[in-house]
């Protein structure tokens, strides 16, 4: 590989906090910005985030909390999997969201996440996050700069900033420094009356998508003459898990008490007659690797989360397609893969016992929602040997191919009207472009 070469006067090196020196960055801040700019920090204040996993509940409070998950590159909040905290959770004033604020992802494959915090006033942000709240809303459009941030011109430059060592992330420091071009309040409105209308065409269009797991929920469900709705009550409930050992060990001799939401058995809920078996009769989950580095951009694998893609590399090869199974964070999400890819330590790679159609098992393990198997004492985690104990109905591999076809042939419809909201998507994008080149 030849070696690249980049030139920079030692001065200007000289005045950075941390001495970067890796061209992508310089290449970024000297090149990108060419228009007239005023630094990210002479118009935002900057809030981190904070973690209050022991505060998680599921029930709906006053406190929405909200993650790197739920943000999105181009569009709103997503929060169907939107977690709460429990209304004992105590957030500091400056750290409550108001309507007007910018929740901005800073880890991970995630980084350039950007939303406006809208209907999630006083709720609060992850860890993971940083909060940009305007200093001066009499003459900034918090809505111009949520479409100015999810642009592509913007979002090169985020990434051209982005420090790789070890997981990807955005320092506070070099966020601060980010060139933001110069536009008025009122050229600002103008740009958001101009978009207005596409958003609407694209809020319309949405509206005719169906989520993919309710698809899948109403094939399994047909097919196996599930009750979904006594499951779903069913799923309400939690089972409590006493640790011993921690009893042993605690000097007032408490006992270590972490939530199940709920074991998994189908059976009560099919109304067809099936036989059954054992997961771990098919499926063994077996772990992923906790090596990334630097080679993020050049490697040639993907490296694989729960969630998707998390960078790029050269070792440890699973040959695809897989599936991935979350093990830590994002607990029991699953995630199909058609190419050959390297799964991080945090999920399980699926390794089949006998034949199966791998697809079909995807969208089963989705209808599972193993998440129910998840314990939470701190980060939510997934044990093994809990879904191996999850008993589903043994259908041929004719019987799994036909549960295929129609949940395909939906998901396929929804994609391209996913197609169409991307090309109105692309508008937004050349109107702030136009706007600030």
Same mark, same amino acid.
């Given at each position: 590989?030849?070696?690249?070469?980049?030139?920079?006067?030692?001065?200007?090196?000289?005045?950075?906090?941390?001495?970067?020196?890796?061209?992508?960055?310089?290449?970024?801040?000297?090149?990108?910005?060419?228009?007239?700019?005023?630094?990210?920090?002479?118009?935002?204040?900057?809030?981190?985030?904070?973690?209050?996993?022991?505060?998680?509940?599921?029930?709906?409070?006053?406190?929405?909390?909200?993650?790197?998950?739920?943000?999105?590159?181009?569009? /709103?909040?997503?929060?169907?999997?939107?977690?709460?905290?429990?209304?004992?959770?105590?957030?500091?004033?400056?750290?409550?969201?108001?309507?007007?604020?910018?929740?901005?992802?800073?880890?991970?494959?995630?980084?350039?996440?950007?939303?406006?915090?809208? /209907?999630?006033?006083?709720?609060?942000?992850?860890?993971?996050?940083?909060?940009?709240?305007?200093?001066?809303?009499?003459?900034?459009?918090?809505?111009?700069?949520?479409?100015?941030?999810?642009?592509?011109?913007?979002?090169?430059?985020?990434?051209?900033?982005?420090?790789?060592?070890?997981?990807?992330?955005?320092?506070?420091?070099?966020?601060?420094?980010?060139?933001?071009?110069?536009?008025?309040?009122?050229?600002?409105?103008?740009?958001?009356?101009?978009?207005?209308?596409?958003?609407?065409?694209?809020?319309?269009?949405?509206?005719?998508?169906?989520?993919?797991?309710?698809?899948?929920?109403?094939?399994?469900?047909?097919? %196996?003459?599930?009750?979904?709705?006594?499951?779903?009550?069913?799923?309400?409930?939690?089972?409590?898990?006493?640790?011993?050992?921690?009893?042993?060990?605690?000097?007032?001799?408490?006992?270590?008490?972490?939530?199940?939401?709920?074991?998994?058995?189908?059976?009560? %809920?099919?109304?067809?007659?099936?036989?059954?078996?054992?997961?771990?009769?098919?499926?063994?989950?077996?772990?992923?690797?906790?090596?990334?580095?630097?080679?993020?951009?050049?490697?040639?694998?993907?490296?694989?989360?729960?969630?998707?893609?998390?960078?790029?590399?050269?070792?440890?090869?699973?040959?695809?397609?897989?599936?991935?199974?979350?093990?830590?964070?994002?607990?029991?999400?699953?995630?199909?893969?058609?190419?050959?890819?390297?799964?991080?330590?945090?999920?399980?790679?699926?390794?089949?016992?006998?034949?199966?159609?791998?697809?079909?098992?995807?969208?089963?393990?989705?209808?599972?929602?193993?998440?129910?198997?998840?314990?939470?004492?701190?980060v939510p985690g997934l044990n093994r040997y809990d879904v191996y104990d999850v008993k589903i109905p043994n259908i041929s591999l004719k019987s799994q191919q036909k549960i295929v076809d129609e949940i395909k042939a939906e998901l396929d419809k929804q994609e391209e009207m996913k197609k169409k909201i991307e090309a109105q998507r692309n508008k937004i994008d050349e109107i702030i472009e136009k706007a600030v080149i």
């Amino acid at each position: 590989m030849p070696l690249k070469q980049f030139t920079i006067d030692f001065r200007e090196f000289t005045t950075h906090q941390y001495l970067r020196f890796d061209e992508k960055f310089w290449f970024t801040t000297k090149n990108l910005a060419v228009y007239d700019y005023i630094l990210l920090k002479d118009i935002f204040y900057l809030i981190n985030g904070n973690s209050y996993t022991e505060y998680y509940t599921e029930e709906k409070t006053d406190i929405p909390y909200i993650r790197i998950g739920d943000l999105s590159f181009k569009y /709103e909040i997503d929060d169907k999997n939107l977690i709460y905290l429990d209304d004992s959770c105590k957030i500091n004033e400056d750290k409550k969201l108001r309507k007007d604020d910018l929740i901005l992802a800073t880890i991970g494959a995630t980084i350039g996440k950007i939303n406006l915090a809208r /209907e999630f006033e006083n709720g609060t942000f992850s860890n993971n996050t940083i909060l940009l709240r305007l200093k001066d809303k009499e003459n900034h459009n918090p809505y111009f700069y949520e479409k100015l941030f999810q642009s592509d011109l913007l979002q090169k430059y985020i990434w051209g900033v982005v420090s790789q060592k070890a997981q990807p992330n955005l320092q506070t420091y070099d966020l601060q420094k980010i060139k933001i071009p110069v536009i008025l309040k009122s050229k600002q409105d103008q740009i958001v009356a101009e978009i207005e209308p596409i958003e609407k065409k694209i809020k319309a269009l949405k509206s005719q998508i169906t989520p993919p797991q309710e698809i899948i929920n109403k094939v399994f469900t047909r097919e %196996f003459g599930f009750d979904l709705e006594k499951f779903e009550e069913f799923k309400k409930e939690k089972f409590f898990e006493v640790y011993f050992s921690n009893f042993a060990n605690h000097k007032d001799k408490r006992f270590g008490i972490g939530i199940r939401k709920a074991n998994i058995d189908l059976k009560p %809920f099919i109304s067809k007659s099936f036989e059954y078996v054992r997961l771990g009769k098919i499926v063994s989950l077996e772990y992923g690797s906790g090596l990334i580095d630097q080679q993020r951009i050049e490697g040639d694998y993907p490296v694989m989360g729960a969630n998707g893609i998390v960078g790029y590399h050269n070792q440890y090869l699973i040959e695809g397609p897989s599936i991935i199974v979350g093990r830590k964070g994002s607990a029991g999400e699953v995630n199909y893969i058609e190419e050959n890819n390297y799964p991080i330590d945090t999920c399980f790679y699926v390794k089949f016992l006998q034949e199966q159609n791998i697809i079909y098992f995807s969208y089963l393990l989705k209808f599972l929602q193993l998440k129910r198997l998840t314990l939470f004492k701190g980060v939510p985690g997934l044990n093994r040997y809990d879904v191996y104990d999850v008993k589903i109905p043994n259908i041929s591999l004719k019987s799994q191919q036909k549960i295929v076809d129609e949940i395909k042939a939906e998901l396929d419809k929804q994609e391209e009207m996913k197609k169409k909201i991307e090309a109105q998507r692309n508008k937004i994008d050349e109107i702030i472009e136009k706007a600030v080149i």
